[in-house]
């Protein structure tokens, strides 16, 4: 059974960056297209991007083009996630979701905190 | 980009009876493939979301037959036949038809 394993939560200052990640265990993702999607305190979610390993391709929703990075290395089935430029509204749980949205990662809090 | 509505945004409802909740896209979800890609999502409290649903009524692996989707176009319904306490949780659709993705802003439901 496939698993996604996301890195532990993160403190960051207005300004900096994050970077999380997110391994596949139990299998492997190299062929699989993962998304990464945020929820703030208390409200929805929202699609951030989204990577295609096997032909190297990212997309991003225009919210956060610029900001977000998308990164995967095939090598060791781990996806990363990072963004640039953190304001106190990027304080949210980020997930990382095999594109079928059927297994999901335990979920990262990143807190932006002066 | 897809705007999704969904309807009611609170619901509460009595053990054992049916609960059902609409979402409507802003333009229809009919992939050029002929696929619709409408998914459920379950949020239980303090738990990652969970799929309940896929391309409009496909009850994902595990999901209790109580579960059940359908529509077509641009109006969808999630139906619970008969609520149960762990049925407790905020549920979203989400369209992957479309690029890019966008989820609704969710429906709580809550046990009365």
């Known amino acids: 059974q496939v698993q996604l394993v996301q890195s532990g939560a993160e403190v960051r200052k207005p300004g900096s960056s994050v970077k999380v990640s997110c391994q596949a265990s139990g299998g492997s993702f190299r062929s699989y297209t993962v998304s990464w999607v945020r929820q703030a305190p208390g409200q929805g979610l929202e699609w951030m991007g989204r990577?295609?390993?096997?032909?190297?391709?990212?997309n991003y929703a225009q919210k956060f083009q610029g900001r977000v990075t998308i990164t995967a290395d095939k090598s060791t089935s781990t996806n990363y996630m990072e963004l640039r430029g953190l304001r106190s509204e990027d304080t949210a749980v980020y997930y990382c979701?095999?594109?079928?949205?059927?297994?999901w990662g335990q979920g990262t809090m990143v807190t932006v905190s002066s | 980009d897809i705007v999704m509505t969904q309807t009611p945004l609170s619901s509460p409802v009595t053990l054992g009876q049916p609960a059902s909740i609409s979402c409507r896209s802003s333009q229809s979800l009919v992939h050029s493939d002929g696929n619709t890609y409408l998914n459920w999502l379950q949020q239980r409290p303090g738990q990652p979301p969970r799929l309940l649903i896929y391309k409009v009524s496909n009850r994902f692996s595990g999901v209790p037959d109580r579960f059940s989707g359908s529509g077509a176009g641009t109006d969808f319904t999630l139906k619970i036949s008969r609520v149960e306490a762990e049925d407790v949780g905020v549920y979203y659709c989400m369209q992957a038809t479309h690029f890019l993705y966008s989820f609704g802003q969710g429906t709580k439901l809550e046990i009365e």
């Open positions: 979701v095999r594109d079928a949205f059927d297994i």
């Open positions: 990577i295609i390993p096997i032909v190297d391709t990212t």
